[in-house]
């Protein structure tokens, strides 16, 4: 049949009752305009979690095998001894923008008076500010700088606790590689924040040479590699593993816990929520086309006596529902474009997650898979709706359909 007399006819009948067609458009138009914000804003938590995941353990990380499935019984039991050989290989790689070391160990603090328990971290300052950015709130003094050994950054729990500031000495303890107990003095030049309190009482970061000094080591706990774009992890992960096949190489995601744990949470809470938003558009959409049919009973029983085929019918109703559902996505897709839009002139800032201090800027992705599957999915189950609604009157009787009251 030629579509273009019946899309003209449909329009003309959606318009017979302008209320209740304007009614229809415009909860079919919030109804996709809030799947399409919620799954916007579920897409960019997952982007920043990503990143933020990618940035603090780097796109790749090398270790030994033992370093990921087994606990240490003293520090760095299983670290790298080569980590200066595989460093050199790694940079290498075109795709490779930066190997970072780190030295992961715990012990004790000590301002002379008090004592408590830290978690401290021995990295390269110059190289990780460069690679990772400001990852870091420095509420006081300074970033640690390569070259300037036995300083130490503490976070902002651990400082009050201590009643430490910038030029205070401390005295760090840990057992070394040997299982001896080893102590060094060391000035703290800065005072950060991470977002998150608990680990503010209890993180410290100092220089790696500084670090191995304590421990009596030259090894390094892991490597992270910084890849040029994050969509080359995997393959990236492949290459390195095979070149070095007697160490376990993981990627962030491997790592990122609460990336993995988020990310399955919301999930199930916006996937239950698009459906649910769905299931009310579609049933606003049938009430309608049903009480439009009802209404038009007879005007069908009359098509029906002049010739009219029910399948013609049908798909006249089916594009009537079409047009409604295909004008409220539009407008949909418009509202969560302008929400976006709006949100990035006038920023609105989100309060802190559960066990963090520091809050976020609400931001929305705009996706075009999100934003295509959402129209086309909205606007065929619409069209379908109408369609089956259709159908029972269109296969009465003529007689009956001209009857009815």
Same mark, same amino acid.
């Not at 603090?109 to 401290?120: E, L, P, Q, Y």
């Given at each position: 049949?030629? !579509?273009?007399?019946? *899309?003209?006819?449909?329009?003309?009948?959606?318009?017979?009752?302008?209320?209740?067609?304007?009614?229809?458009?415009?909860?079919?138009?919030?109804?996709?305009?809030?799947?399409?914000?919620?799954?916007?804003? %579920?897409?960019?938590?997952?982007?920043?979690?990503?990143?933020?995941?990618?940035?603090?353990?780097?796109?790749? =990380?090398?270790?030994?095998?033992?370093?990921?499935?087994?606990?240490?019984?003293?520090?760095?039991?299983?670290?790298?001894?080569?980590?200066?050989?595989?460093?050199?290989?790694?940079?290498?790689?075109?795709?490779?923008?930066?190997?970072?070391?780190?030295?992961?160990?715990?012990?004790?603090?000590?301002?002379?008076?008090?004592?408590?328990?830290?978690?401290?971290?021995? =990295?390269?300052?110059?190289?990780?500010?460069?690679?990772?950015?400001?990852?870091?709130?420095?509420?006081?003094?300074?970033?640690?700088?390569?070259?300037?050994?036995?300083?130490?950054? *503490?976070?902002?729990?651990?400082?009050?606790?201590?009643?430490?500031?910038?030029?205070?000495?401390?005295?760090?303890?840990?057992?070394?590689?040997?299982?001896?107990?080893?102590?060094?003095?060391?000035?703290?030049?800065? +005072?950060?924040? !991470?977002?998150?309190?608990?680990?503010?009482?209890?993180?410290? &970061?100092?220089? =790696?040479?500084?670090?191995?000094?304590?421990?009596?080591?030259?090894?390094?706990?892991?490597?992270?590699?910084?890849?040029?774009?994050?969509?080359?992890?995997?393959?990236?992960?492949?290459?390195?593993?095979?070149?070095?096949?007697?160490?376990?190489?993981?990627?962030?995601?491997?790592? $990122?816990?609460? &990336?993995?744990?988020?990310?399955?949470?919301?999930?199930?809470?916006?996937?239950?929520?698009?459906? =649910?938003?769905?299931?009310?558009?579609?049933?606003?959409?049938?009430?309608?086309?049903?009480?439009?049919?009802?209404?038009?009973?007879?005007?069908?029983? !009359?098509?029906? %006596? *002049?010739?009219?085929?029910?399948?013609?019918?049908?798909?006249?109703?089916?594009?009537?529902?079409? *047009?409604?559902?295909?004008?409220?996505?539009?407008?949909?897709?418009?509202?969560?474009?302008?929400? !976006?839009?709006?949100?990035?002139?006038?920023?609105?800032?989100?309060?802190?997650?559960?066990?963090?201090?520091?809050?976020?800027?609400?931001? +929305?992705?705009?996706?075009?898979?999100? &934003?295509?599957?959402?129209?086309?999915?909205?606007?065929?189950?619409?069209?379908? $709706?109408?369609?089956?609604?259709?159908?029972?009157?269109?296969?009465?009787?003529?007689?009956?359909?001209?009857?009815?009251?």
């Amino acid at each position: 049949m030629n !579509t273009l007399p019946w *899309l003209h006819f449909a329009a003309a009948n959606t318009l017979r009752n302008h209320r209740r067609s304007a009614v229809t458009v415009g909860i079919a138009a919030l109804g996709t305009a809030a799947i399409l914000l919620a799954g916007g804003f %579920a897409l960019f938590t997952y982007q920043s979690l990503a990143e933020a995941a990618a940035r603090t353990t780097g796109h790749l =990380i090398v270790a030994t095998p033992a370093q990921f499935q087994r606990d240490e019984d003293l520090p760095l039991q299983h670290g790298l001894d080569d980590a200066a050989a595989i460093t050199a290989a790694l940079l290498a790689d075109p795709q490779v923008r930066q190997v970072l070391p780190r030295v992961e160990f715990s012990g004790l603090v000590s301002n002379g008076d008090k004592s408590t328990v830290m978690v401290a971290a021995g =990295i390269e300052p110059d190289a990780e500010l460069a690679v990772k950015g400001p990852f870091l709130q420095v509420s006081a003094g300074r970033v640690l700088a390569s070259g300037q050994r036995q300083q130490v950054m *503490l976070g902002e729990g651990l400082a009050r606790s201590l009643k430490a500031k910038p030029g205070s000495g401390l005295t760090l303890l840990a057992s070394t590689t040997e299982g001896a107990l080893n102590a060094l003095d060391v000035t703290v030049v800065g +005072i950060f924040s !991470t977002g998150v309190p608990d680990i503010d009482q209890r993180l410290v &970061y100092t220089d =790696i040479h500084t670090a191995q000094q304590l421990l009596v080591t030259q090894r390094v706990s892991s490597l992270g590699v910084f890849l040029d774009r994050m969509a080359t992890t995997d393959e990236a992960r492949t290459r390195v593993q095979q070149a070095w096949p007697h160490r376990l190489v993981q990627t962030w995601v491997d790592q $990122a816990f609460f &990336y993995r744990s988020v990310k399955a949470l919301y999930n199930r809470i916006f996937g239950a929520l698009g459906l =649910i938003i769905g299931v009310i558009v579609v049933v606003v959409v049938t009430n309608a086309m049903a009480m439009a049919v009802i209404e038009r009973t007879r005007e069908i029983g !009359t098509l029906r %006596a *002049l010739g009219t085929l029910p399948g013609q019918l049908v798909r006249s109703h089916a594009l009537e529902g079409l *047009l409604l559902g295909g004008v409220g996505t539009a407008l949909g897709a418009g509202l969560a474009l302008a929400v !976006t839009a709006a949100l990035l002139a006038f920023p609105v800032q989100m309060p802190p997650p559960p066990g963090r201090s520091a809050g976020y800027p609400l931001q +929305i992705a705009i996706d075009g898979g999100l &934003y295509g599957f959402t129209l086309l999915a909205m606007v065929v189950l619409a069209g379908i $709706a109408s369609a089956l609604v259709a159908r029972r009157t269109v296969a009465m009787p003529v007689v009956d359909a001209l009857a009815h009251v």
